[in-house]
C-alpha cells in the first residue's frame, strides 16, 4: 500500500499493518488455514514505515491487527494507526509554576523559551512554591500549548503607541485581505536604499525611494527615487501615478510626516481620494508594498553591484525598465498572473486622471493671511505678494499654495473655494520706477472664472506662432533638446 511521503508517522504505521493484513481480508484462508497463512506472513520482511529498516513481525501482532480490522467496518485503516497516549499534551506542570511563567511572559513577550526558564529557575531559588522546577523540555512544550511564542518587539523605545501596538496585536488576529476592484486601493511607502548614488555636488547621499501599488493587481503604478522622502516627493510620486493609471478612490500610507503633511492630506480630499493610514507601529497593514521592497533590494539594487558611480538620474531610469518589464510582468506566486495582466482584467473602479496642471494646484495647502492695506501684500514664508488692487477692500484673504513651489500662489474665494486670481511677488526694483496703475473697480462677487479677474498683462499669453511651434515640438514626442540646471529642490535637475 503506497504512503505519501508527507504523511504522519501514525498514518505510515496504519498503512503498514494494512497492508500486512490486507490480503486475509480480501481472499480469506479456508477453516483451519489461518495460522498457516499468519506464519507466511510473520516470516516475510517489511519496510519500516519511520526509517525504512526491513522488520518483521510476530504471529500475535499480526493477528491481533487481523481481528482489529474485521471488527471494524467502516475504517479498517484508521483502526490500525497507533493508539494516542493519554497523557499526550499534557504539561506536568504545578499551577504555581504556570502562573509564574505566564506573568513573566506577559511582561517580556520578546524573550527565548531558554531565557525564560533560566529566569525562573533564578526565581524558584527564593520561592519554594515553584519547586521542583521541571524540566527545559516540558517547560518547552508548555510554551508551545499555550502558544506563547517568542515576539520581536515593535519599537526599541517604550512609547504609550509601541505598547498599545503591541497590546493590539497579541489581542487581535493579523489578516491579510484583497480589494475587490482594480484602483479601489493603492498603497504607498518610502524605502531607504541600500546603495548611495553620487551628486552633481560631489556627495553621497542615500536615496529614497517612493513606490505607490494597486492592492488588487499588485502592479507597480510608479516608482521613483529621491534624494530626501518629504511632501513634495510624495505629492510628485502621486501624480505620476494618477497620470499613468488613473484616479484611484484609496490610499493608504503610514504616518510619515510626508504622509501627513497639509498639502498631501488636502490634495487627496480635493481628487476624492480617501486617504487611510495603518496604525502606528504596524507596517503589516501596508504589507503588499513592503513585499515590494524585498523584490527591489533582491533583484534590482542586486544587479547595480558593479556600478560604481551611480546617479539619481541612472538609477532612476534603471528603476522604470527593471519596474515595468520585469516586476508588472513577472508572474505573481499569490494571484497566479502578472500585475499588469490582473490589472487590465479589472474589474476597476479607475477615473481619468486630471491632467499636469489640475494635479499640481491639487496637492496645495489653504492657508489665511491678512492683507497689509498700505501697500496690498501678504506675506508667505517670509516672501511678499501682491493682492490685485480690486481686491484692495478684503482684510483676510484665502491663498492655496505648496511649500516647496511658492511660484504658484492662488487667491481663493472664501464661500465657495474657487480660484479667483494668481498671485505674484512683489518686485520691489519696478515699483522704484514710480508708474502706478489705476484703482480697479471691487470685485464685490465671485467670478465664474479666474481668467476674468487676471489683470491684464503685456506676457498673459504667449503668441499664436509660438504656441504653434511649442505644440509641434511636443508631438514629435523627443524632449526638448536642452539640459535644465541643478536648482535647490531635490527634484528637478536630478530626474532629468
Not at 494516542?84 to 509564574?100: K, M, N, P, S, Y
Not at 542586486?302 to 534603471?318: F, H, K, P, Q
Not at 484703482?439 to 467670478?447: G, I, K, N, Y
Request: hydrophobic share 35%.
Amino acid at each position: 500500500m503506497s504512503t505519501s511521503k508527507h504523511a504522519s508517522v501514525h498514518d505510515r504505521w496504519a498503512h503498514l499493518r494494512f497492508s500486512v493484513v490486507g490480503q486475509l481480508l480480501a481472499a480469506p484462508p479456508a477453516k483451519g488455514e489461518l495460522r498457516a497463512e499468519l506464519k507466511k506472513l510473520a516470516q516475510r520482511t517489511w519496510q519500516h514505515p519511520i526509517t525504512g529498516a526491513p522488520v518483521r513481525f510476530a504471529v500475535s501482532t499480526i493477528e491481533r491487527w487481523l481481528l482489529q480490522a474485521r471488527r471494524e467496518k467502516r475504517d479498517p485503516v484508521g483502526v490500525l494507526r497507533r493508539k494516542v497516549r493519554a497523557d499526550a499534551g499534557i504539561q506536568h506542570v504545578v499551577l504555581a509554576v504556570r502562573e509564574a511563567l505566564r506573568t513573566q511572559y506577559g511582561e517580556h513577550p520578546s524573550w527565548s523559551v531558554q531565557l525564560h526558564y533560566d529566569n525562573l529557575r533564578a526565581v524558584a531559588e527564593h520561592d519554594r512554591a515553584l519547586a521542583p522546577v521541571p524540566s527545559y523540555s516540558s517547560i518547552r512544550r508548555l510554551f508551545e500549548a499555550q502558544g506563547w511564542r517568542k515576539r520581536r518587539r515593535l519599537s526599541s523605545r517604550d512609547t504609550v503607541g509601541a505598547e498599545r501596538a503591541e497590546a493590539r496585536l497579541a489581542a487581535r488576529e493579523v489578516r491579510s485581505y484583497e480589494a475587490p476592484y482594480v484602483g479601489s486601493l493603492w498603497h504607498w511607502d518610502g524605502h531607504g536604499g541600500s546603495r548611495q548614488v553620487l551628486t552633481a555636488r560631489g556627495e553621497w547621499i542615500t536615496p529614497v525611494l517612493i513606490g505607490v501599488i494597486d492592492d488588487r493587481s499588485r502592479l507597480a503604478c510608479h516608482l521613483q527615487w529621491y534624494l530626501t522622502e518629504d511632501a513634495e516627493g510624495v505629492a510628485h510620486a502621486l501624480s505620476q501615478a494618477i497620470q499613468k493609471r488613473g484616479l484611484p478612490r484609496a490610499g493608504m500610507s503610514d504616518n510619515g510626516q510626508a504622509n501627513l503633511a497639509t498639502e498631501i492630506s488636502e490634495g487627496l480630499a480635493r481628487l476624492g481620494i480617501v486617504h487611510d493610514t495603518t496604525l502606528a507601529y504596524s507596517p503589516y497593514m501596508n504589507g503588499k508594498i513592503e513585499s515590494l521592497w524585498t523584490n527591489v533590494e533582491g533583484r534590482l539594487m542586486a544587479m547595480l553591484e558593479g556600478v560604481r558611480d551611480l546617479t539619481l538620474a541612472s538609477l532612476n531610469e534603471a528603476t522604470q525598465a527593471w519596474c515595468e518589464y520585469e516586476y508588472n510582468r513577472a508572474l505573481h506566486s499569490e494571484t497566479g498572473q502578472t500585475p499588469l495582466a490582473r490589472y487590465l482584467a479589472g474589474p476597476d473602479v479607475l477615473r481619468p486622471s486630471p491632467d499636469s496642471d489640475a494635479l499640481r494646484l491639487a496637492f496645495t495647502r489653504t492657508d489665511q493671511r491678512l492683507q497689509r492695506r498700505s501697500d496690498g501684500t501678504l506675506v508667505i514664508a517670509t516672501r511678499r505678494f501682491e493682492i490685485p488692487n480690486r481686491y484692495r477692500h478684503l482684510r483676510q484673504l484665502h491663498v492655496r499654495y505648496a511649500q516647496w513651489d511658492l511660484s504658484q500662489m492662488h487667491l481663493l474665494d472664501e464661500r465657495s473655494g474657487k480660484i479667483l486670481c494668481r498671485l505674484y511677488p512683489q518686485d520691489k526694483q519696478s515699483n522704484a520706477r514710480g508708474v502706478r496703475r489705476p484703482l480697479e473697480p471691487l470685485a464685490t462677487t465671485a467670478p465664474e472664472s479666474a481668467s476674468r479677474h487676471e489683470a491684464p498683462r503685456a506676457s498673459a499669453s504667449m503668441a499664436p506662432l509660438l504656441v504653434k511651434l511649442m505644440a509641434q515640438q511636443t508631438a514629435t514626442g523627443l524632449p526638448p533638446a536642452y539640459l535644465p540646471m541643478a536648482g535647490p529642490s531635490s527634484t528637478e535637475g536630478e530626474e532629468s
